[in-house]
């Protein structure tokens, strides 16, 4: 896609730099940053380059779930500001809220358009879409699939938050439940439409095979979104679909990944960010500023370069190997994403 093509000749600081820019300008700059740069002890609107954002240190992910999500936006962009508030899934507290502005769910959806277009799946079929909705911008692959891909899409109800609050209280045979409640909706459509793709979470996928294996190795394709595809996992859903597709992303509601090509019958899964406007670093676990060789476990740390929402240095509570792209892209990728650390204080849930 030409919009792919043309971002991915972007220079990073000169991307850096136009981004920073704007964010900081005096006169249109968001409220937010504005505010925090008479606490930086550096003017911002001298960087040049992109390795200097780790001048801001870790962004404060607490901010974002009290200030209004507007005050991230620039004043430039014209108000009062059209746009969906997104929440995050809420796994270590109540969730953060972040705009996208009509250009950013541009952005996104020509990334994920170019991912169904790669990963083979065909337009104008149709899709089971069973992931949380509502607030969560995986939710949001609805649109993406409908208006970019022709898609008739059926949809499930998903609680991401529920199955989060009854792990965190030891209540595992609600959860269960509650699963069950998920994969039964998923099954009804599955039975009664003629359904070709399913897109969903590792954990959701498995428990509809579990469940339905006759019904989810008919599909001609699975596109699975989240953290916790494993080597096991990949290797088990593309026998069970015998050549049908099993596409990959990876990311959460600040910024998203592309699946490259899986390697080594599953070995490495490694994904590609959304460049220029989301970039991924891997980092010593002890020391997020260093980031490790290629091929060397670390912690993510994401960067969102939106022109419309700047978050620099965010520390994931995802471990991956960073990932050399080769030659063809400009930055580097991850693979083989896990969460650092599972517990009931910060559990993943469905996802």
């Not at 592309?258 to 490694?270: F, K, Q, S, Y």
């Amino acid at each position: 896609m030409a919009l792919i093509r043309q971002w991915l000749q972007t220079d990073l600081d000169e991307w850096t730099q136009h981004v920073v820019t704007r964010h900081f300008d005096p006169d249109g700059g968001s409220p937010y940053w504005l505010k925090r740069a008479a606490e930086l002890d550096f003017d911002p609107r001298r960087i040049t380059r992109y390795e200097q954002l780790t001048d801001f240190g870790p962004f404060d992910l607490e901010e974002l779930r009290h200030l209004d999500p507007a005050d991230l936006v620039p004043l430039s962009e014209h108000r009062p500001l059209s746009g969906r508030v997104f929440d995050s899934g809420g796994t270590t507290g109540d969730p953060c809220r972040v705009i996208y502005t009509p250009r950013m769910t541009l952005q996104r959806a020509a990334w994920r358009a170019w991912s169904f277009e790669t990963e083979g799946f065909e337009k104008g079929r149709s899709w089971l879409q069973m992931t949380p909705t509502g607030p969560h911008l995986i939710g949001n692959g609805v649109s993406e699939l409908t208006d970019l891909y022709g898609a008739r899409v059926f949809l499930i109800d998903a609680d991401p938050r529920w199955v989060k609050r009854l792990i965190r209280e030891g209540r595992l045979t609600e959860v269960e439940e509650y699963t069950g409640h998920l994969v039964d909706q998923a099954t009804n459509i599955l039975c009664e439409q003629d359904i070709d793709y399913v897109n969903t979470t590792p954990a959701l996928f498995q428990a509809l095979v579990r469940r339905a294996p006759d019904l989810a190795a008919g599909l001609k394709g699975v596109r699975i979104s989240g953290t916790q595809i494993t080597t096991p996992m990949y290797r088990s859903f593309v026998k069970l679909l015998e050549g049908g597709i099993v596409g990959h992303s990876y990311g959460n509601t600040f910024g998203s990944s592309a699946g490259l090509p899986v390697e080594r019958d599953g070995a490495v899964i490694p994904y590609v960010p959304n460049y220029p406007h989301v970039t991924i670093a891997v980092t010593d676990k002890q020391d997020w500023r260093r980031v490790v060789g290629y091929g060397e476990l670390g912690r993510v740390r994401l960067t969102v370069l939106h022109e419309d929402l700047f978050l620099p240095n965010i520390l994931e509570r995802d471990q991956a190997l960073r990932y050399d792209t080769g030659p063809g892209w400009p930055c580097d990728g991850v693979a083989n994403v896990q969460p650092l650390q599972i517990n009931r204080q910060s559990p993943e849930g469905i996802y």
